[in-house]
Nanobody, 123 residues
Framework: VQLQASGGGLVQPGGSLTLSCAAS????????MGWFRRAPGKEREFVSA????????GYADSVRGRFTISRDNAKNTVYLQMNSLKPEDTAVYYC?????????????????WGQGTLVTVSS
């Protein structure tokens, strides 16, 4: 599985961005997908996850209510809609795919990783 994340950029506090992650492979619809981020000087952390069908999602406390994860299995793509962005959301965002089909919160559950896209929230 190859993953290509896009959509990052510079946005002002309170603004919005939508990240996309395009996946290769005909079995995309069977993968649980996730978004993680790494801020400067910090460890990689979980952001959000979605199961194979999109019927189950999970969020970190820090983003719940502001971010929304979704997927389009026909397009082999998972999205992360980010609203009300804060400076502390600044990070490189990575999408990841699991061999399992569930909703996973731990980095160890993910076997495949994209290259990351930088999100900078600053005025």
């Amino acid at each position: 599985v190859q993953l290509q994340a896009s959509g990052g950029g510079l946005v002002q506090p309170g603004g919005s961005l939508t990240l996309s992650c395009a996946a290769s492979g005909r079995t995309f619809r069977s993968y649980g997908m996730g978004w993680f981020r790494r801020a400067p000087g910090k460890e990689r952390e979980f952001v959000s996850a979605i199961n194979w069908s999109g019927g189950s999602t999970g969020y970190a406390d820090s983003v719940r209510g502001r971010f929304t994860i979704s997927r389009d299995n026909a397009k082999n793509t998972v999205y992360l809609q980010m609203n009300s962005l804060k400076p502390e959301d600044t990070a490189v965002y990575y999408c990841a795919a699991s061999d399992g089909s569930g909703t996973y919160y731990d980095v160890g559950e993910y076997a495949y990783w994209g290259q990351g896209t930088l999100v900078t929230v600053s005025s």
